[in-house]
């Protein structure tokens, strides 16, 4: 591990104006602690982290980028034939709409996940497709 995550817990600047910080460090990261900074008045460098960072230190998957699946989910809720033919106002429900038809927690998985690909084709797209031809 190159990074220990801590809590700034208080800050005092010194008559010279240096400037003494206390961090507090959860006990789950005392070995690393330890292994990184085994001396005292040992350099250190100092960066604001999101909430979660190692606790404990797991590797994130990346989350996959959409494509054009998830670009045509994104222009169909900005379709007002789209909206009108779900029988939704706005963008947003048309989203969760899109989301939940499709089982999917976000449009980029329709470009990385086939069942929910497949669900966007047969259940949304083609449909919609269907009742646009319809109307003319």
């Not at 350099?43 to 998957?61: I, K, M, S, T, Y």
């Not at 429900?93 to 976000?106: E, F, K, L, M, P």
Request: glycine share 8%; with cysteine.
């Amino acid at each position: 591990m190159s990074a220990i995550s801590g809590t700034r817990r208080a800050m005092k600047e010194m008559a010279d104006g240096t400037i003494r910080v206390q961090i507090d460090i959860d006990p789950s990261c005392r070995g690393d602690f330890l292994s990184l900074f085994p001396n005292i008045d040992m350099p250190v460098a100092l960066a604001p982290l999101r909430a979660d960072f190692g606790r404990p230190a797991v590797n994130e998957p990346e989350k996959p980028r959409g494509g054009e699946l998830a670009r045509l989910a994104g222009q169909l809720c900005q379709n007002p034939e789209f909206l009108e033919f779900i029988g939704v106002g706005s963008e947003a429900v048309a989203a969760d709409h899109i989301r939940d038809v499709c089982g999917i927690t976000s449009r980029s998985e329709l470009d990385h996940n086939q069942v929910g690909a497949n669900q966007f084709h047969e259940l949304i797209r083609k449909p919609f497709l269907a009742w646009k031809e319809g109307r003319k």
